[in-house]
């Protein structure tokens, strides 16, 4: 019989907690054939993933996609018999009723709660850990990361070997970005902009426009977008059009589903990506990038960002490593580009860092593997 | 019920209906402002140890243990004698005072508090500064006064500790027990 999994993700902001949830109950329904319910709170914002692929979800009855049941986590919870491995993610808290219907099963719910991605050094030791809860169940923590000792990372099988394959293949990628409408001039280099507000961002766009290279700059539809505008010098853009200022041409696409949004960045010379989900996928894709990590209180995401930038850069000359930590630094404080911007100039050799950086965590743990491998040692 | 972040080293927390003592308690800021906290936990009536995570928010339920104060009486097949003001005696075997077996000495007069959950003796607690005598160390090899080079000294019961380098035989010192490190030479109990 398979085994029933149910997946809770209460969206707290963007598309982060939801993007990660739906990429791994993919992945564990299409490669370890688990029965699975994604239960989400905001649906809304789950359409715009799902949008690209023409679904629409209702809050009203459970929508079948690739094999997930994708439910709506009302605020009043229906009657619902757990299953036997329960997740929530990043901390959010399960409904009573459903907890108290977990204690009450013969064969009690394996439960897990996956932690948000981080490569500090903390994470190894806390992950697997039992987390008694008061009613005689426990509960387990998972983190995600970039050590063996940690749960590792969402990867779909043969991702690699797909990515490299469209890599090598100029038709594959003109046909793709012909698709999305995207004709980037041949002498131009193509970059994708995924981030959250940024108060530098009109200084690193003029640095760009001032430059002596191109570039032509792919900005799906996000929190970025007004302040793109304001730096056009424009109220509104239309997405598909190509707007150009100096060395800069931006053009604005619609939201894009989980596998074009990849093969975007496997398009692309240098991605800008944040969060979690477009992080990971930006690691998968092998090319340079730009992270804008969430921001927290207290500069929290410093100290991951610093964690990050240490296991990151481990391999790379002292001028690479020095010229790439000035160049997250100040992008990730608001602050102008340094160096004249030489991250994007291709002056550094970050795409083969990249391609070696990718290799090495491709040795690491596969989450959604790691999940499974817990429950089935559990049982 | 009080949340996971109140509890501190020393607290009790209950689960499965066995007291556990908090032995360290680490927090970390997770993800989007969260956070967790790691602590390593000690079952009060196995001795066992285990390490859990908790989101800061979630709920725990904290034990208050009852204490009074008791001296040690004598030891006999292994079973240690407590004794209360009032005279009742408290045994407690070996495994229940692992931690505090080293310091334990015929005639040590300290205050101790015996520790009950449920109502049974659990264990026996040392004030967190004693003073024990030395009947054994070898000699100053460099004259060294200034209390950082040290060397091995053993206690009366045996225990062997680091003391300063200028310690002697007979000579009565300060130990913290919470790390089991010499802290000073000290004057003999009155």
Not at chain 2, 1 to 9: D, L, V
Not at chain 2, 22 to 38: D, H, L, P
Request: glycine share 6%; with cysteine.
């Amino acid at each position: 019989m398979r085994t029933r999994w149910d997946i809770f993700c209460h969206v707290v902001d963007n598309y982060g907690d939801v993007g990660v949830c739906w990429r791994l109950a993919k992945l564990l329904v299409a490669e370890y054939d688990c029965n699975l319910r994604l239960w989400v709170d905001d649906l809304d914002t789950f359409n715009r993933l799902c949008a690209a692929d023409g679904i629409t979800l209702s809050n009203s009855t459970p929508t079948l996609i690739q094999g997930v049941s994708v439910n709506y986590w009302p605020s009043i919870w229906p009657e619902v018999a757990p299953a036997d491995v329960v997740l929530e993610t990043f901390g959010c808290q399960l409904p009573p009723a459903y907890i108290a219907a977990m204690a009450a099963r013969e064969v009690k719910s394996c439960w897990l709660n996956l932690e948000y991605l981080s490569a500090e050094d903390w994470v190894g030791g806390c992950n697997g850990l039992p987390s008694p809860q008061p009613n005689g169940l426990q509960k387990y923590f998972f983190f995600p990361g970039f050590r063996p000792d940690t749960g590792g990372l969402l990867r779909e099988a043969g991702l690699i070997a797909r990515r490299r394959s469209f890599q090598q293949c100029d038709s594959s990628r003109h046909q793709f970005l012909e698709r999305i409408g995207v004709n980037p001039d041949p002498n131009a280099a193509l970059l994708s902009l995924f981030c959250y507000e940024n108060s530098a961002l009109a200084l690193w766009l003029n640095t760009l426009s001032e430059g002596e290279t191109s570039y032509h700059i792919v900005v799906p539809e996000g929190r970025i977008g007004a302040s793109v505008c304001a730096w056009l010098g424009r109220d509104d853009y239309v997405l598909g059009v190509v707007y150009r200022r100096g060395q800069v041409s931006i053009q604005f696409i619609p939201f894009l589903s989980q596998n074009d949004y990849d093969l975007l960045l496997w398009s692309c010379d240098f991605n800008v990506v944040r969060g979690e989900d477009s992080f990971v996928r930006a690691q998968w894709a092998g090319r340079p990038f730009l992270w804008h990590i969430y921001p927290q209180q207290d500069a929290a995401h410093l100290v991951k960002l610093d964690a990050f930038l240490e296991v990151y850069s481990a391999g790379l000359s002292a001028q690479c490593r020095s010229a790439l930590v000035s160049c997250w630094h100040a992008w990730n404080n608001g602050e102008p580009p340094v160096g004249n911007s030489t991250l994007l100039s291709g002056e550094l050799d970050l795409t083969g860092h990249a391609e070696q950086w990718c290799r090495h965590i491709e040795g690491q743990n596969n989450l959604a593997e790691s999940l499974v491998q817990f429950y089935l040692n559990s049982v | 019920m009080k949340t996971a972040q109140e509890m501190k080293p020393n607290s009790v927390i209950l689960i499965d209906g066995q007291p556990w003592m908090v032995q360290k308690a680490e927090f970390t800021k997770s993800g989007r402002n969260s956070a967790i906290v790691k602590m390593k936990l000690k079952n009060l009536l196995s001795g066992s140890t285990t390490e859990t995570v908790y989101k800061t928010d979630d709920k725990v339920e904290p034990v208050i243990l009852e204490r009074i104060a008791v001296t040690y009486s004598y030891v006999a097949d292994s079973v240690y004698v407590f004794m209360d003001e009032d005279y009742n005696q408290y045994e407690l075997n070996e495994d229940d005072i692992e931690s505090v077996l080293p310091y334990i000495v015929d005639g040590m007069t300290d205050i101790c508090e015996a520790v009950f959950f449920e109502g049974k003796v659990i264990s026996v607690d040392l004030p967190t500064m004693i003073v024990r005598q030395i009947t054994y160390t070898e000699g100053s090899a460099r004259g060294d006064t200034s209390g950082k080079v040290m060397k091995p000294a053993k206690l009366s019961n045996g225990t062997e500790i680091k003391v300063a380098d200028f310690c002697e035989i007979d000579d009565w010192i300060e130990i913290d027990t919470r790390t089991g490190e010499y802290k000073s030479r000290a004057k003999a109990p009155v």
